[in-house]
C-alpha cells in the first residue's frame, strides 16, 4: 500500500486499501478495523504562507472526543517555525522545525514522517519553487488513529483546513521527500540504442546528453506522490516545442526552449523553463485525470538535458546533496551508496525572472 488518503478541501478520498485499489484486488488487505492505530506512516500538507501579522498561521487542526480526546494541530508562526502537536488520551507528542520566515504567499511543503515503533519521526520542510530544504529528527511519536485520518479527510466539524492549504495527504508507508520533478510512464528517453520508455529504461543504459554525450544512467528514483497542487502533472502537447507526442511532467520539472523572444529578454536564445510555468490551456494542461502519479527520475553522473521525444529536460539535479547524508537517507536515493552519488554543478541557460517568464510564455501563446 501506500497513500489511503487525500483532499483538496473539496474532493476527498479515503481507502485502507491504498487510493484507487479495489475491494476485491488480489491480495490488498480487509476493511478498517474500529480502533485501528496506523503504526507508521506520512503526512504531507502543501499550502501558502500566510502569517497574520503578529499572529500565527493555523494550517490545519483536529479534535474530537470519541471514547478519549484526540487532538492534532499544524502552525507556522512569523519567526518560521512550523510546529506540530499531537494528543491521544494522556499521550501527546510535538514536531517542530526553524526554518527562515518564508515570504507571504510562498509554497511550503510539509512532510511528518512517524514509525512510532522505532520510536522515530522525521518533519522535513521544503520549498520546492526555490529549491531548498529543512529537515529535523522526532523521537516518540504518537502514532494516529485510522479513524482520525478518515475524519480529517472529510474536513467535518471537527477539522478545520485553512484556505491556504493546497492538499493533505496520509500515506501508510515512510515516504521520500525532495526532488520534486519527473516523467511519467510513457514518454521516451533517447538512448545511443535508440529511445526508449522511460518506465523500461534500466541502470547502465546509454542515454545522449545535450552538452556532454552519451552518459551511463546512474540511478533511477521512482516516487509515487499525490497528484495534485506543485505535484499534479503537466501535459506537453504535441507538436508544440518539437514533442512527437505528448509527455506529462511533474510542474517543477524544467524543459529547455529554443526561442528568438528569450534572445531579445535575456540575450540567450535558449532557456530552461519549468513546465508549470507554460500552462496556457493550449501548449500545457493541467491534467487532473489521476489522484495519484509516479514519478521517474533519472540521475547521471553531470546535470545535463535528456531527450524525451524530441523534447530537451533535465535529469535529476542533486547537487551537494552527498555531503548531506541525513537528508539522503530520507530521499529517493537512499538505497544508494552514498559515495555513488555525484556531485552536480548548475549550468546554464540561466534561470528566468518572472517577469522574463510571464514575456516569453505571452510570445509562445501568440505564435
Request: proline share 8%.
Amino acid at each position: 500500500m501506500s497513500w489511503i488518503a487525500l483532499t483538496d478541501r473539496s474532493n476527498p478520498a479515503f481507502n485502507i486499501r491504498g487510493i484507487g485499489v479495489p475491494r476485491h484486488a488480489p491480495g490488498v488487505r480487509g476493511a478498517m478495523m474500529k480502533h485501528e492505530i496506523m503504526p507508521k506512516g506520512t503526512l504531507m500538507i502543501e499550502f501558502a504562507a500566510n502569517v497574520p501579522a503578529e499572529g500565527v498561521q493555523e494550517i490545519l487542526s483536529f479534535q474530537r472526543e470519541f471514547e478519549w480526546l484526540r487532538a492534532l494541530s499544524v502552525t507556522l508562526d512569523g519567526s518560521g517555525r512550523v510546529a506540530l502537536a499531537f494528543r491521544q488520551g494522556p499521550n501527546r507528542s510535538t514536531a517542530a522545525l526553524d526554518i527562515p520566515p518564508p515570504a507571504g504567499d510562498a509554497r511550503l511543503r510539509l512532510t511528518y514522517a512517524w514509525h512510532a515503533p522505532q520510536r522515530a519521526a522525521r518533519l522535513t520542510v521544503e520549498l520546492p519553487d526555490e529549491g531548498r530544504l529543512y529537515q529535523t529528527e522526532v523521537f516518540d511519536p504518537v502514532p494516529l488513529p485510522v479513524a482520525d485520518i478518515k475524519a480529517i479527510m472529510r474536513n467535518g466539524r471537527a477539522t478545520a483546513i485553512a484556505q491556504d492549504v493546497t492538499f493533505v495527504a496520509v500515506s501508510d508507508e515512510i515516504e521520500p521527500v525532495g526532488f520534486g520533478n519527473g516523467v511519467v510512464a510513457g514518454a521516451t528517453v533517447e538512448t545511443t540504442s535508440g529511445p526508449v520508455p522511460v518506465e523500461k529504461l534500466r541502470l547502465g543504459d546509454m542515454v545522449v546528453t545535450a552538452t556532454a554525450g552519451p552518459q551511463p544512467v546512474r540511478w533511477i528514483g521512482r516516487r509515487r506522490v499525490p497528484a495534485l497542487g506543485g505535484l499534479r502533472p503537466v501535459r506537453l502537447r504535441a507538436p508544440y516545442f518539437g514533442l512527437r507526442r505528448d509527455i506529462l511532467l511533474a510542474p517543477a520539472h524544467r524543459v529547455r526552449l529554443d526561442i528568438a523572444e528569450a534572445e531579445y529578454e535575456i540575450g540567450e536564445h535558449e532557456v530552461l523553463m519549468p513546465v508549470a510555468s507554460l500552462v496556457n490551456g493550449r501548449h500545457a494542461l493541467g491534467e487532473a485525470r489521476h489522484r495519484l502519479v509516479t514519478y521517474h527520475q533519472i540521475l547521471l553522473d553531470v546535470h545535463d538535458l535528456i531527450l524525451h521525444d524530441g523534447l530537451w529536460a533535465e535529469s535529476l539535479f542533486v547537487g551537494t546533496l552527498a555531503r548531506r547524508p541525513a537528508i539522503v537517507q530520507s530521499t529517493v536515493l537512499a538505497e544508494m551508496p552514498l559515495s555513488a552519488i555525484p556531485i552536480h554543478r548548475s549550468f546554464s541557460p540561466s534561470r528566468l525572472t518572472e517577469v522574463e517568464t510571464r514575456t516569453i510564455v505571452a510570445a509562445l501563446a501568440a505564435g
